[in-house]
């Protein structure tokens, strides 16, 4: 028998239509989720900013919720990752969207907003989310790749080599593409941060 690690094996059965896959590869990929979702925490600065746990339990909802309408579509564990990013991201940004709403009186917005304030806990965070965000579509419409790029390095803390695999292009590429990624994000977001 080759040896295939458990969570490629777990993907490869979910591709090929194993509906308990995924429930047997979550518990597995968790910790590694609680990894990418501290972080992502400390990236921002503060042990208090975000919280861990919500963050990884809304990815996986997320990611359920995507498996059970869609199926899954992962080619390899970077892939499944760099999803998992994505939905680490949207779930931050969609968090930060509706704290800001509801900070400037927003009461249109249906959401729970004792769930923000679990996940971002500093308005002032959750702006510079939404500013990283907004830089990232600018940069998504210059050059997709470099966004996925970020997306897989920032989000998911992959490694070159890693995001590599998920992106499907070389290290080469992927060390290119993150060095001029963080020029452009950084001068787009200098005054944000100061």
Not at 62 to 82: T, W
Request: hydrophobic share 40%; aromatic share 8%; proline share 2%.
């Amino acid at each position: 028998m080759e040896n295939i690690p458990p969570i490629t094996r777990l993907l490869s059965a979910a591709q090929s239509g194993d509906t308990q896959a995924m429930e047997k590869l979550f518990p597995l990929v968790y910790d590694e989720l609680v990894k990418v979702a501290h972080s992502l925490r400390v990236r921002w600065q503060s042990n208090y900013t975000l919280n861990t746990t919500a963050l990884v339990h809304e990815a996986y909802i997320k990611l359920s919720d995507q498996e059970n309408k869609h199926g899954s579509d992962y080619s390899s564990r970077g892939h499944f990752f760099a999803v998992a990013a994505k939905a680490m991201r949207h779930i931050l940004v969609n968090y930060a969207k509706m704290k800001t709403a509801e900070k400037r009186g927003g009461k249109d917005i249906d959401v729970d907003i004792q769930k923000v304030e679990h996940i971002i806990a500093d308005e002032k965070v959750g702006e510079h989310i939404l500013s990283l965000h907004e830089a990232l579509i600018t940069l998504e419409n210059l050059n997709e790749r470099q966004g996925k790029v970020v997306e897989c390095r920032f989000f998911a803390g992959l490694s070159i080599e890693e995001t590599a695999d998920a992106l499907q292009i070389s290290s080469a590429t992927v060390k290119r593409d993150w060095n001029v990624a963080k020029a452009y994000l950084y001068n787009q977001l200098k005054n944000d941060v100061a």
